[in-house]
């Protein structure tokens, strides 16, 4: 019996032509023309100005809040359950990530939270579109306007949902993407840095690319980075978003599989829902366990591997991570991280193989 991965890359367009194609040419680094087709292609899919390739996800962040101006002393909020890296970037600025507890469900940032978390201190807010499912965004603008923040989407896992009909990515005045091997669009390692904002898109490309003035070789008026994606990388995103609409089609095809499967155990676990001015990705389809198998959830986990399937526990929230670590509860993340399962999410998955999924969560459940 083969064993179901929890996600896998789908590399069957002309990743490997135009791969082949930087080899051939000797095109390897961070020059050459898959990286400016690669940035104009996704921009135009986000429906957004400007796209500026990094060489992950994590990067993209960083990037990001360094051309946001973020310095130490300075705060972020950002919601508690979301991947570290999130976290993490802001560190990097020396600055603060202040927590917001997150809604039922979707596990995204809960914009009624926000207020309470705001401080003289406070620069900016980063909602997360977790596991595909877009932040409801109308009120964490309203906020951030009202309150002269900036907003940055982390859009990691979330290429293609839509708000209210717009692509995110295109809502805030910056967004990132990351383009990791188990992401919906892939480059291997890669992120993506967009934004509407000429001004922000200039001083991205600068600091990108070590901090070298465009106009004069070798000459350096800041302190950048070496955060360049390679041709190589761009020329499998290139690839990748030739058949994005495919990978979209595929995933949606693949929970409505899950739904229907997992339909006979509704009072035993929480399905995906999408809210009504949601246009959600199936990055990872989720699933919560009701009240009677809460405490059981890595049991499930374990009975589900046992059985060939791979699954993976929904992101504990920052604040119970040694580093940063919180006495305060947030009652939303505690109740539901504990109780949520990523189920196999990956374009290759057979409707057999979705029914193994189902029957091996039955089992596990007795
Ligand atoms: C994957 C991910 C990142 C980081 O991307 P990498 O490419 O792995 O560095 C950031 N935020 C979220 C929410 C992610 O899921």
Not at 69 to 94: K, S
Not at 97 to 126: F, Q, S, Y
Not at 252 to 260: F, G, I, K, Q, S
Not at 266 to 274: G, H, K, M, S
Request: net charge negative; charged share 20%.
């Amino acid at each position: 019996m083969n064993r179901i991965s929890v996600a896998q890359p789908k590399l069957s367009g002309n990743e490997r032509k135009y791969v082949l194609d930087c080899l051939d040419t000797n095109w390897i680094s961070s020059n050459g023309k898959y990286i400016g087709e690669f940035e104009k292609t996704f921009a135009e899919f986000c429906g957004v100005r400007h796209a500026i390739a990094t060489n992950n996800g994590t990067t993209a962040l960083h990037l990001a809040l360094v051309v946001l101006g973020l310095q130490p002393g300075d705060e972020v909020i950002i919601p508690t359950v979301t991947y570290i890296a999130t976290a993490n970037a802001v560190r990097y600025c020396g600055a603060t990530p202040v927590l917001v507890d997150v809604v039922e469900g979707t596990m995204n940032i809960d914009p009624k939270d926000i207020a309470r978390a705001l401080t003289p201190r406070t620069r900016g807010i980063i909602p997360v579109h977790l596991y595909g499912h877009p932040t409801e965004m109308g009120p964490v603008m309203d906020i951030a306007k009202k309150h002269g923040l900036w907003v940055l989407e982390d859009a990691a896992e979330a290429h293609g949902a839509e708000c209210d009909g717009k692509r995110v990515g295109s809502i805030g005045d910056m967004a990132t993407f990351s383009f990791f091997g188990n992401k919906i669009v892939t480059t291997g390692e890669g992120g993506m840095v967009t934004t509407n904002d000429d001004a922000l898109a200039e001083k991205l490309r600068l600091f990108r690319g070590q901090g070298m003035d465009p106009k004069r070789r070798y000459w350096f008026p800041v302190i950048g980075y070496n955060y360049r994606m390679t041709n190589i990388q761009a020329a499998i995103g290139l690839a990748q978003m030739e058949t994005v609409d495919l990978a979209l089609a595929d995933r949606d095809r693949l929970a409505t599989w899950y739904n229907e499967a997992l339909a006979p155990l509704a009072d035993r676990i929480v399905l995906p829902a999408q809210a009504s001015w949601a246009r959600q990705v199936f990055w990872m389809y989720n699933i919560f366990l009701r009240d009677g198998d809460a405490h059981r959830r890595d049991a499930v986990m374990q009975a589900m591997d046992k059985e060939g399937v791979e699954t993976r526990p929904v992101f504990y929230p920052m604040h119970v991570m040694p580093p940063y670590l919180e006495a305060t509860s947030y009652p939303v993340a505690d109740l539901w991280a504990q109780r949520g399962i990523n189920l196999p999410t990956h374009q290759d998955l057979t409707r057999e193989e979705v029914a193994r999924v189902a029957r091996a969560l039955t089992q596990a459940l007795g």
